[in-house]
Nanobody, 122 residues
Framework: VQLQASGGGLVQPGGSLRLSCAASGSISSINGMGWYRQVLGKQRELVASITSGGSTDYADSVKGRFTISRDNAKNTVYLQMNSLKPEDTAVYYC?????????????????WGQGTLVTVSS
């Protein structure tokens, strides 16, 4: 199983970006999916998460600005980021929790994507 994140880049304050993360492999189901971010020298923090049923949770710092969604048929999670601020600058990582593979149905594993850089600057 691999997670491929995309959509990062440079954006001005107040701008928008949309991140995508697609999980590939022989996947039969995924429980939760989420986005985390990390600034150099700081701990990785949860930005937003979404369950397989669509329940969402957000860090207080992004509530009202970011929206997480997922397409279960495509094993893909998205993060729409609006009204971006310089303090949103970080490497963003996606995560898939409780991944069940067709070949190993007795296992549920967690996977991380490779990270995509978001820079908010004028």
């Amino acid at each position: 199983v691999q997670l491929q994140a995309s959509g990062g880049g440079l954006v001005q304050p107040g701008g928008s970006l949309r991140l995508s993360c697609a999980a590939s492999g022989s996947i039969s189901s995924i429980n939760g999916m989420g986005w985390y971010r990390q600034v150099l020298g700081k701990q990785r923090e949860l930005v937003a998460s979404i369950t397989s049923g669509g329940s969402t949770d957000y860090a207080d710092s992004v509530k009202g600005r970011f929206t997480i969604s997922r397409d279960n048929a495509k094993n893909t999670v998205y993060l729409q980021m609006n009204s971006l601020k310089p303090e949103d600058t970080a490497v963003y990582y996606c995560k898939a929790d409780g991944v069940r593979e067709v070949s190993r149905p007795w296992l549920r594993l967690n996977y991380w994507g490779q990270g995509t850089l978001v820079t908010v600057s004028s």
